[in-house]
């Protein structure tokens, strides 16, 4: 877990230093402003040797391969060396005020962030008086006096920087623990440390709540103690697997301090030290017992709406289909004492049996629309890979007469391949494309069939020039059987536009119409590209 820049910025304000809590530690070093002056003094004679001194700095660190594996990636040796140089600098200029300290401390949180641990860079500032001394000797030609003056003094700093770093580095390391504890405790989810004897060393808040035990009453206890009576075996293996150094998750019964069993789902992980040995479990769980309890209810529920409307669709289907001969009876029964006594009774007899023809007539195409629309669901044709253009081609094939009739011009996009039932789909244009011509205006009749694909679908779109709809009627349009017209300015039965919609819907798509009374009509539909990805089923 790494710190944002900001956050790492906030630490080091947070932990740098007074001007007197500073003055204290050089005081307690007895670093003085003559050792100020001697390190300056130092600077220029050194300063031909920096590249010298940070290349065997990046050599000496580059043999530990514990140090190479501590950094991310290669690079950041060669910007260890660059900083290494521009630490010689910083350390022979002779001040040693607010931004010294700042940089000191941010070597500290860096090297915590990195995993560079203490023992490695004290090394390095050993490794450095190593090299700095004998060249500081050679410096003043052997000089003892003058060499001791400047040996004490870089000394002074080495213990005054280290000081600073080793700070920084375990205060970044105290706020790392504070982020973790903080987070492990605000968890919704329970998460218990666990030895890998199973015995609890740490549990969050949550367990608590979730157990109803304690959580000083856990510490020391085993894990085994929050199983229901029916795991054992389970919790025999996935401890197996985990402190094998494996994970394990899944659904799990813990019973709580009131002896009352619950579902949970966990997560269990192995904790490995450096040498990739298990050295602690951690298992995260929640109790799932209300979510599994409305999982099931719902998939009762819907299991009982599917049932129903299987059973009102097979219903629809055989009263639709056992009624079509006795009423087939009856208009020819009507029908034949229509022809037969025509004229022979007196007028309101005539006119009676015409409303009987009439009416036996419009029953027969009511309940042979019923049945069409019953076969959407029981009777329709497995989905498959189409070429809707065949389904356009047939529709319109279909609907010649009446496209000649009306002079309709019919145009197209071109038509994608998709996942269909071809027979429903013909269905499907006929029945708007049809719409668009019997809804025509004064002008003949222009449609065009329109294509786009979307993601995972295509929205197709029937646009006409007709007389169109107000909105008010945009839902009602769609519910079998209602009609906006009267049946002589319109013929049909009001089947049509449910027909498309139950269509659509098998295919796991959706319709809507967009228009203005007087302008036309639009009606979009899409078709997923594969019958899968019905979005509105949430797969």
């Known amino acids: 877990m790494l710190l944002h820049q900001p956050t790492v910025d906030a630490l080091i304000d947070s932990m740098t230093p007074s001007a007197d809590e500073v003055q204290s530690r050089k005081d307690f070093l007895e670093f003085s402003e003559q050792d100020s002056r001697l390190l300056k003094e ?4 050194l300063a031909p040797l920096e590249d010298t001194f940070a290349e065997l700095l990046y050599q000496h660190l580059d043999s530990y391969p514990q140090i190479v594996a501590s950094l991310s990636n290669p690079e950041q040796l060669s910007q260890l060396k660059q900083k290494q140089r521009e630490y010689f600098k910083q350390v022979f200029a002779g001040d040693y005020g607010p931004d010294y300290i700042k940089s000191r401390l941010r070597v500290g ?3 915590q962030q990195i995993g560079l641990e203490p023992r490695w860079y004290l ?12 060249e500081v000797m050679r410096l003043v030609d052997n000089d003892a006096e003058r060499f001791l003056a400047y040996s004490k003094a870089i000394n002074k700093i080495a213990m005054f920087d280290s000081e600073l770093s080793l700070s920084a580095y375990f205060h970044a390391d105290h706020e790392m623990l504070r982020l973790l504890a903080q987070v492990f405790e605000s968890n919704l989810e329970a998460v218990i440390i666990a030895d890998v004897k199973g015995r609890m060393l740490h549990v969050n808040k949550s367990v608590a ?10 510490i020391g206890k085993p894990m085994q103690g ?5 795991e054992p075996t389970l919790y025999q293996d996935l401890w197996a697997t985990v402190t094998a150094g494996g994970q394990w998750q899944g659904e799990i019964w813990l019973k709580n301090q009131q002896g009352d069993d619950y579902l949970a789902w966990m997560n269990m992980n192995a904790v490995k030290d450096s040498a990739g040995k298990v050295t602690q479990v951690i298992a995260e769980f929640s109790d799932i017992t209300a979510f599994k309890q409305t999982q099931e209810a719902l998939a009762e529920r819907t299991e009982e709406l599917a049932n129903s409307n299987r059973e009102l669709e097979q219903f629809a289907y055989v009263a639709s289909h056992d009624l079509q001969e006795p009423l087939r009876m009856v208009a020819s029964y009507t029908q034949l004492l229509a022809r037969r006594y025509k004229d022979k009774l007196d007028q309101d007899a005539n006119e009676f049996i015409g409303y009987a023809v009439d009416g036996a007539t419009r029953m027969q195409a009511l309940i042979i629309d019923l049945l069409t629309m019953s076969r959407i669901g029981t009777h329709g ?8 253009s065949v389904a356009l081609e047939r529709a319109e094939s279909n609907l010649r007469l009446a496209i000649e009739e009306s002079g309709a011009v019919v145009t197209r996009d071109p038509m994608p391949r998709l996942e269909a ?17 019997k809804f025509r205006g004064d002008s003949s009749p222009i449609i065009h069939v329109g294509a786009e694909k979307k993601e995972g679908e295509w929205l197709f779109s029937v646009r006409d020039n007709g007389i169109g709809i107000a909105p008010d009627f945009f839902e009602r349009i769609f519910i079998i059987f209602q009609r906006l017209h009267g049946k002589h300015e319109y013929p049909g039965t009001g089947i049509g536009l449910s027909v498309c919609k139950k269509i659509v819907e098998r295919h796991g798509g959706k319709i809507w119409i967009e228009s203005e009374v007087g302008k036309g ?3 979009y539909f899409t078709l997923p590209i594969h019958h899968g990805e019905r979005k509105h089923h949430g797969e």
Do not use: H
């Open 42 to 45: 130092l600077g220029p004679l």
């Open 109 to 111: 949180v860096i090297y």
């Open 123 to 134: 090394g390095a500032y050993n490794k450095y008086l190593s090299w700095v001394l004998p």
């Open 209 to 218: 709540k979730i157990t109803g035990y304690a959580s000083d009453a856990l």
């Open 226 to 230: 929050l199983l229901a009576e029916l």
């Open 381 to 388: 044709k497995r989905m498959e890979m189409c070429e809707t």
């Open 421 to 437: 039932d071809v027979s429903q789909l013909t269905q499907l244009f006929q029945n708007l494309i049809g719409n668009g011509i």
């Open 521 to 523: 009509a639009v009606f």
